[in-house]
């Protein structure tokens, strides 16, 4: 199984309503992917995040092989979502890796 784990955080300018907003967005975009690419196992765009942590949202996704990962990435529906999430992030951080 790979593991896909990325954090952002808000571009500044955001206000906090336009911050909830495109939280609610990305989530419905990026898990709705799942659905739509074989080998997806899940994607879980977390929202909520604690103050004491340093990024403002995450997405947590697991796949079956890096070539469910390269798919994933490469399809339509994600491109689209990646375009938006580029539009209201910024210090993109991603952490892959496969466990047994």
């Known amino acids: 199984m790979v593991h896909h784990i990325v954090l952002w955080n808000f571009r500044e300018?955001?206000?906090v309503q336009e911050?909830?907003?495109a939280a609610a967005r990305i989530k419905r975009e990026l898990e709705a992917v799942a659905g739509q690419v074989s080998g997806v196992i899940s994607l879980k765009v977390e929202t909520e995040a604690l103050d004491s942590g340093n990024r403002?949202?995450?997405l947590i996704?697991?796949?079956e092989s890096e070539e469910a990962?390269?798919?994933y990435q490469e399809s339509p529906a994600h491109r689209a979502a990646a375009a938006y999430v580029g539009s209201v992030?910024?210090?993109r951080t991603c952490l892959d890796y496969e466990s047994q």
């Open 56 to 58: 403002d949202i995450g």
């Open 13 to 15: 300018e955001l206000s």
């Open 61 to 63: 996704g697991a796949f």
């Open 69 to 71: 990962l390269q798919a």
């Open 19 to 21: 911050r909830k907003e």
């Open 89 to 91: 992030t910024g210090n």
